[in-house]
Structure formats: structure tokens, C-alpha cells
């Protein structure tokens, strides 16, 4: 790797160099990720952070190409930076070439691709574009939800690593649960593009990659201004609007600005109590030009959330009589309460000899309370188990990624370095024991301060067909925990535990054809634990690790058709599950288990039927197993065995656009036995929309065959009042009934 990193910077360039900024003729903002590539051979580079472009260039023509742009063959020319504007253009599968770029990117077709096409109604929707995962909402709607990818059930967060702006949404040490990723302070209209990868193969990313990674992107800018309005069944009311405040301006050293805001009103459904679920955003974006080799990017969003819920229902309490039907409630008490500050600066820099230098720090203040009962009488017969988890956190997060590519002669070398630090201070943190909302009593109270520190160093070599990328990361945590539970002696307990660990990779990727392109990927992972969890265990396997292998193909057979495949393996030193012991819940709702394997296919397709009418499908395939239980006992709670999306778009020149799918979950194991069964569901939805310049209509329609379905599906030991004696049965959240929206939205 030291061999690698120093070729590149040492070897002078045989032809002329070429640089140039590639922006948006309707808004003059810089466009990041463009393919800029001699024309008439394979040598491509793409635009970096700062959206400049850095090529060997041997011709006169650079052909550039940008998904949702008309492509454009423009003449090279090496004595000043050039200046290249894209005009919009339609979005046709036939001109995505398989294998452009110098990175390792196998899903970022389906990612331009759904983003651009898939009508997005919520902050849930950008989760359910990546192909494979699932979620579901059991807490009432405020609550972050529970995530299925890749046969795991990622409670919360465990095994998906989440960021917006690079700023991570998971919560260590959180009070519900280690990982816990709510995403609901991102407004859907403001996102700009996603990335994801599943597996634990990117060196870019640490802590909680496991299953896979979710990366969004905010606009830089608008192309318009916007407000709207929806409303639809169940008193579901939202309102949102757009506005730029300042505009760039053509070929100027300029800055432009924007701001978003979003309410949100339901009662959620049916229930015979209503969720009273409100949420509001408020988002907003500044950048500067500082000169022409920097950029400055300032962020600052707000969000609030309150609501009530029913809880999760034990099958018996509606067969038995306890409620009349699935939407009824047992204990009226539960409830919840979230708000998330964040304050971003990004510097991205071009320096000398074509290095790009990036620089992001946030800041967040949070607060979480959620008061649950999901064992109602069977710990405490007398005042019940209702528990409150609370907590009050400051977190902040730098990063910084140095970034150069070399030609030597047709070799392309990519090298990247970074290094980032992240600071939680969580205080107080805490469980108590409650009845009727009110405190009774302690469970766990006290305060964790955890620090990441991570480095890592990664090269990428393009040789001919051949795409190598080789990468290490290097984490170090420090957890502390100070119990504050009222002692007789008054003493309080501080402990520190400080481990590191360090994780490979290497992807290689070979394109055999224009159309067929393979790829092998092996790495290391791991998913940290809760600091409580760490000091009470004296540091033994605080850092539980996981090793993957994927193997798959990118293939165009016709131009209208793209097609991804793989076989993967993942191992995991430690799952981590959903811990209900009231009695000792240390670690608060999740609890390490044992050590797992997977292994599966994932299958995604996207095919351009006409101009207006296109089709995808995901088939997603999961072995998941304990891997030291007995052939019977072996089976992972709640984690998916297949799971399947499919939908049909279309996307008149009338202005007439939408769409109609499914998503399917099937039947799998509730407990270690499979002696309960979690069951799936088939659900269908649709959209249509009618867009003009300066006005939208649209109606969307979830669960249109009005299926009856459980959402969320779990094994509690649960015992209900004057029961004599408790139960191990599913408990289940209903899911939402046909259910219709209706919006407006008005650009200007």
C-alpha cells in the first residue's frame, strides 16, 4: 500500500492535464459525481467534492455524462479551468454505461436510478429505496424504526450505519438501544441523491456496518421554490415548504442559500386512542464560494416530535376479550418525546497537484423519552412494568478525507486518506420504573461519555478492465460509565474501558465487457457496544467484529435493462438482540447474544419497458443461524428469510407520472425454536401525479387491496391483569389499513 501511494506522486503525468467545473445550467450550482471521459477511449475520471474534474487528457474531445443531464462532447483545453454547463435532460436506463469511474461503486445505478423515479411521501420512503430493507413502526410514529436488511433484524440500528451530510443519524450508549438511527429530522424533498452498500467492505465507514451502510445527500441548492400541502384519512395533515433565499450566479464566485420546513399531524390510524403523532423540521443551507478552490457549506436543521401509542398488543388480549379489537390499548400511559438539534461547517479545498482536501464538523443536542409496556403485570403484578428511558446527549463529529488521483500512462491511481473523531456525552441516561407516567422508582440511572477516534487509508487502481481497491481502518473507543443509582454509602461508580480495533478490506471489480461487469468484495466490520454493557463486562468483547464476502455481477444484456447479483456471507462474533428483562436491563432494550452466520442472494433488476413506463424488481434471499446452538434451536428472532419489492413507473410528457407496487415479507422464525412464527404480508401501493411547471396534484394510496397485516410482530413473556399466570406470546402492532392521501404542491 506504502508502494502504491507514493507511485502516483512521483511520476509526472505524459500528456497535458486538463481541469474544469461541471454546474447545473438552471441554477449555476456545481454538479458532483459526473463522468468526465476522453472521448474515444476508456480513460474517465469523475468530479470530486467540490465538483472539479482533473484529467490526463491525450485528444481534444471529453465526452461529459451526468444521470438526469444531457450528455455533452465539448473540445479539452489545458490553459485555464474550464467551465461546463448540463442542461436536464429525461432519465433513460440506455445511456448508463456499467463500469464508468474510478470507484467502486456497484449500486450506484439503482440509487441514481430510484431516486429520480420512486415518488417519495415520507422520511420512511428513503429507507425503503435501498433494495432488501424493511422497517416497521411499532411505538407509535414518532419512534426511530426497527430496520430489517440482509436476515438481520437491525433493531433500531445496530447493523446499518446511517448518515446525512456525512453526519451520523445512529445513537451509541442511546437509551432504547445501541445504533438507534431515527431519521425523521430529514425532510424527503430536500434530499438531493443517496448511496448505500451493504457489507462491512468501506473503509469510510465505521461503527455499525455490518449488514450495510445508508448515506443521503441534502441539495445544495433548489432548482425552484416550493410549498405543499397534503391531507388524507386518519386526521393526517403535512405541510411543506421550500425557499430559496439567495441564487447563484452564472460564472461568479457566488453563494446561495435555502431553507426547508415541514409539520406533521396523524392520529396514525384507527386506534380506538389516537397517536396525536406531530413532527416539525426546519432545515436550512448556506454556501460560499470562498475562491475558486473553495467551497464553505454551513447546515443547521431543528426537530420535534411528540405522540402517544398503544403499544404492541398480545394476540390473547383480542381473542381473550381484554380489548375489543387489534386497535385497542392496554396501557394509555405510553408515550413519547424527541427533539434533535444539528449545526454542520464543510470546507471542501483544492489543493495543489490535484489533491482535494474535505473537512466536516457537526454538532448535535438531543433528547429522547419513551415510557413502554410491553410485559404489562409480569414483573410487578402490583403497580405493573411501564418503564420510562430518558436521556439528554451532545454530540460532536469531525471528519476529514484527503483525496488525489494519478494517471501513469493508462493506470488511474485513487488514494485516499482520512480521519475523523466522534465525542458523546450522554447525561443523564437512565431507565426508571413508572406508573401511570409518574416515577415509582429506578432501574438504571448514571451518565456515559464515549469517544471514536478512527483513521484509515484506502487506494484504488484502475489497470485496463481491472478495478482494485485496497483499504484499512483503524478504530479506537474509550467508554465511560458512571452509575449514579442512589447508594446507601452515597458512593458513585466511574469506569473506563478503552479498545481498538482494526479492519481490512479489498474489492475487486473486473469489467469483462461494456455490459458485464464482476466484482468480489471481502472485509472486516464491527458494531460497538453500549458503553453500560462495556464497563460491566471489563472490556470483553466490547468491539464484537464481523467478516463478510460478497461475490456478484453488473450486467446489461440490453440497453434498456440493468441487472445486480450477488451471493454473500456474513459472520458476527456477537448478535445483538431485543433485551425485555426489566429485572437487569443494564444494557437498556438491547441485549449481545450469541455469535451468528448468513448467508443469501440478493437479486435487483431495473428494466425501461417504453419512454414512459419503467419496471423493477428486488428479491432478497437469507440463511441467518446461531452458529453454537443445536440444528432446531438455532434460529435468529425476527431476522428475515426473503423479502421482495417490485413496482411499475410511469412518467407521461403530459405531466402525468406514478406508480404502482408491492412489498412482501414472508413468514419467519419469532423465537429460537421457530415454535412461534413472526407473520409477513403482501402490501400494495400507488401514486399518480399530475405535474406542471408551476403546480403538482397527486393522490397516494398505501395498503390499496386493504390487506390486514401486523406491522411489527415480537415474543414477549407478558402477563396481563388478573392473569394468574404469564405468557410467551406474539405481541403485535396492527398495520395501517387502506389508507389515502390527497397533496398540493405549488413551485415558484
Known amino acids: 500500500m506504502l508502494i502504491t501511494f507514493a507511485l502516483p506522486h512521483s511520476i509526472k503525468a505524459q500528456q497535458y492535464t486538463i481541469h474544469g467545473k461541471i454546474t447545473a445550467a438552471a441554477t449555476h450550482e456545481p454538479l458532483e459525481s459526473v463522468v468526465v471521459e476522453v472521448y474515444g477511449t476508456q480513460q474517465n475520471c469523475l468530479t470530486n467534492s467540490n465538483e472539479i474534474f482533473s484529467l490526463d487528457c491525450k485528444t481534444d474531445s471529453i465526452l461529459i455524462s451526468h444521470i438526469g443531464y444531457q450528455s455533452k462532447l465539448v473540445k479539452a483545453s489545458h490553459d485555464a479551468m474550464m467551465h461546463i454547463e448540463l442542461q436536464r435532460g429525461d432519465i433513460q436506463l440506455k445511456d448508463i454505461t456499467v463500469g464508468s469511474g474510478t470507484r467502486i461503486e456497484t449500486h450506484k445505478i439503482m440509487t441514481s436510478l430510484d431516486i429520480n423515479r420512486q415518488p417519495l411521501k415520507s422520511s420512511q420512503d428513503l429507507l425503503r429505496l435501498v433494495p432488501g430493507l424493511f422497517i416497521s413502526q411499532h411505538m407509535g410514529g414518532g419512534k426511530a424504526e426497527q430496520i430489517f436488511l440482509r436476515g438481520f433484524d437491525a433493531d433500531h440500528g445496530t447493523d446499518i450505519n446511517i448518515s446525512v451530510d456525512g453526519l451520523p443519524v445512529n445513537m451509541v450508549t442511546h437509551a432504547h438501544g445501541q445504533g438507534y438511527a431515527d431519521i425523521h429530522f430529514l425532510i424527503p424533498e430536500t434530499v438531493a441523491a443517496y448511496d448505500f452498500g451493504k457489507g462491512p467492505y468501506y473503509t469510510d465507514k465505521g461503527d455499525f456496518t455490518t449488514a450495510g451502510f445508508v448515506a443521503y445527500t441534502t441539495k445544495r441548492t433548489l432548482d425552484q421554490n416550493m410549498v405543499k400541502i397534503e391531507a388524507g384519512q386518519f386526521h393526517n395533515y403535512r405541510a411543506v415548504a421550500m425557499i430559496n433565499l439567495l441564487r447563484a450566479k452564472k460564472n461568479k464566485l457566488d453563494h446561495n442559500a435555502y431553507i426547508a420546513a415541514e409539520g406533521f399531524l396523524t392520529d396514525g390510524g384507527p386506534f380506538k386512542m389516537p397517536e396525536n403523532f406531530s413532527r416539525y423540521n426546519v432545515f436550512g443551507k448556506y454556501n460560499q464560494q470562498l475562491s475558486q478552490n473553495t467551497c464553505m457549506t454551513l447546515t443547521a436543521s431543528y426537530f420535534t416530535s411528540d405522540w402517544r401509542t398503544s403499544g404492541e398488543i398480545p394476540d390473547r388480549a383480542v381473542s381473550e376479550g ?52 410491553m410485559s404489562y403485570y409480569y414483573y410487578f403484578p402490583v ?19 484527503i483525496t488525489r488521483a494519478a494517471n501513469i500512462g493508462n493506470t488511474v491511481f485513487t488514494t485516499t486518506a482520512g480521519a475523523g473523531l466522534r465525542d458523546d456525552i ?8 413508572t406508573e401511570a407516567g409518574k416515577f415509582i422508582g429506578y432501574f438504571q440511572a448514571g451518565k456515559a461519555h464515549e469517544l471514536n477516534a478512527n483513521s484509515y487509508a484506502d487506494e484504488t487502481i484502475k489497470a485496463g478492465r481491472w478495478l482494485i481497491n485496497i483499504g484499512i481502518r483503524a478504530d479506537y473507543f474509550q467508554f465511560r460509565y458512571q452509575d449514579l443509582l442512589p447508594q446507601s454509602d452515597s458512593a458513585t461508580t466511574l469506569s473506563t474501558v478503552n479498545k481498538t480495533v482494526v479492519s481490512p478490506k479489498i474489492n475487486l471489480m473486473y469489467n469483462a465487457s461494456k455490459t458485464t461487469q464482476l466484482y468480489l ?9 453500549d458503553a453500560r454493557v462495556a464497563v460491566a463486562n471489563k472490556g470483553f468483547e466490547v468491539i464484537p467484529y464481523a467478516y463478510g464476502l460478497d461475490l456478484g455481477i453488473n450486467w446489461k444484456p440490453f440497453p434498456n435493462l440493468f441487472v445486480n447479483s450477488a451471493v454473500w456471507y456474513l459472520y458476527l462474533q456477537q448478535e445483538f438482540t431485543f433485551g425485555q428483562d426489566l429485572s437487569d436491563q443494564v444494557e437498556g432494550a438491547v441485549a449481545p447474544s450469541g455469535s451468528t452466520s448468513r448467508m443469501g442472494i440478493d437479486f435487483s433488476t431495473r428494466y425501461q419497458c417504453t419512454s414512459w413506463l419503467s419496471a423493477d424488481v428486488n428479491i432478497n434471499l437469507a440463511h441467518p443461524r446461531y452458529v453454537d446452538s443445536a440444528s432446531g434451536h438455532n434460529y435468529i428472532e425476527q431476522a428475515p428469510t426473503f423479502t421482495s419489492t417490485a413496482a411499475l413507473g410511469f412518467h407521461f410528457k403530459n405531466g402525468l407520472n406514478g406508480g404502482v407496487g408491492y412489498r412482501y415479507l414472508r413468514n419467519r422464525a419469532a423465537n429460537s425454536d421457530y415454535t412461534i412464527t413472526a407473520h409477513g404480508y403482501f402490501i400494495t401501493q400507488l401514486t399518480v401525479n399530475y405535474t406542471r411547471k408551476r403546480y403538482e396534484l397527486g393522490i397516494a394510496i398505501d395498503n390499496l387491496l386493504n390487506t390486514r397485516w401486523n406491522e411489527s410482530e415480537i415474543v414477549y413473556t407478558s402477563q396481563l391483569k388478573n392473569e394468574v399466570n404469564p405468557t410467551d406470546q406474539i405481541s403485535f402492532t396492527p398495520g395501517i389499513p387502506f389508507f389515502a392521501k390527497l397533496k398540493l404542491a405549488v413551485f415558484f
Open 322 to 373: 381484554y380489548i375489543s379489537d387489534q386497535w385497542g390499548v392496554l396501557d394509555s400511559n405510553q408515550r413519547g418525546h424527541t427533539q434533535r438539534l444539528n449545526a454542520g461547517l464543510k470546507l471542501c479545498s483544492n489543493l495543489p497537484h490535484g489533491w482535494t482536501f474535505d473537512n466536516t464538523l457537526w454538532y448535535s443536542h438531543y433528547t429522547f423519552n419513551l415510557i413502554s409496556n
Open 521 to 529: 468484495k471481502a472485509g472486516k466490520g464491527f458494531h460497538s457496544n
Open 383 to 401: 403497580a405493573g412494568d411501564e418503564f420510562s428511558q430518558h436521556e439528554k446527549r451532545d454530540m460532536i463529529f469531525y471528519n476529514s478525507r
Open 426 to 433: 450522554v447525561s443523564p441516561l437512565g431507565t426508571d420504573h
